[in-house]
């Protein structure tokens, strides 16, 4: 148990509709990463959040956006869902600093159709 | 930007021998090394990592090794058990920054045979 929890576990939405996903943080970590893990690929790294301001992203469109709020929990959106969205989306958190861990969810299941 | 190649992507040991998997990473900057447990259905989940300024961590079974001047890094685990069967996947991060961004191996498949 990492103390990261993340909701939906699945969802299924339709192409061209929006989505939200929730993310609360392990007790104590102030920072959040989204990440996307298709079917057998390693996480890719989509941004992270810290002090409630985006930090540094990864090779995503703007289309994938986020939040992050003063309990340092986070939401990640996606605006016009394409097919190829599908994944499972992993949210971490850590303790912003130089030697922080991060640590995984569980995961949100996304299929579009 | 980081590339990260992992190798091997499938690896089947009998149960009680050794298993190994290698990393090599593109970019200098990066200083944090992690490694990853994933079971199916679930999130990784963090098992061991090493930060650029060590050469050798070791935790009971597993251990890992970087070679800085090569680039590369590489997961040991000994005496592998059939719960030791998941996906593994390897990491780069570059942390002395705040960006903390990270780019992650396409994982290895290690299947324990009993």
């Known amino acids: 148990e990492t103390g990261v929890t993340q909701s939906p576990t699945h969802l299924i939405k339709t192409r061209g509709q929006q989505v939200t996903l929730r993310c609360s943080s392990q007790s104590g970590h102030n920072t959040v990463s989204w990440y996307q893990q298709a079917l057998g690929q390693g996480p890719q790294f989509i941004f992270q959040?810290?002090?409630?301001?985006?930090?540094g992203r990864g090779n995503f469109p703007p289309r994938f956006s986020g939040l992050q709020f003063p309990n340092y929990s986070s939401e990640l959106n996606v605006n016009a869902l394409e097919l190829d969205d599908s994944a499972l989306y992993l949210c971490a958190s850590s303790l912003q600093g130089v030697r922080n861990t991060i640590y995984f969810g569980e995961g949100s299941w996304l299929t579009v159709v | 930007g980081e590339n990260v190649e992992q190798h091997p992507s499938t690896l089947s040991v009998q149960e009680g021998d050794s298993a190994v998997i290698k990393c090599t990473y593109s970019d200098s900057a990066s200083n944090y090394f992690p490694w990853y447990k994933q079971e199916l259905g679930k999130g990784p989940q963090l098992i061991i990592d090493i930060r650029s300024n060590v050469g050798e961590k070791k935790d009971q079974r597993i251990a890992v090794t970087l070679n800085k001047t090569a680039k590369h890094f590489s997961l040991h685990i000994t005496e592998t058990q059939p719960e030791d069967s998941a996906v593994y996947f390897c990491?780069?991060?570059?942390?002395?920054?705040?960006?903390?961004?990270?780019?992650f191996g396409d994982g290895t498949t290690l299947t324990v045979k009993p």
């Open positions: 990491a780069a991060f570059a942390q002395n920054t705040n960006a903390g961004k990270s780019t």
């Open positions: 959040y810290y002090r409630e301001e985006e930090n």
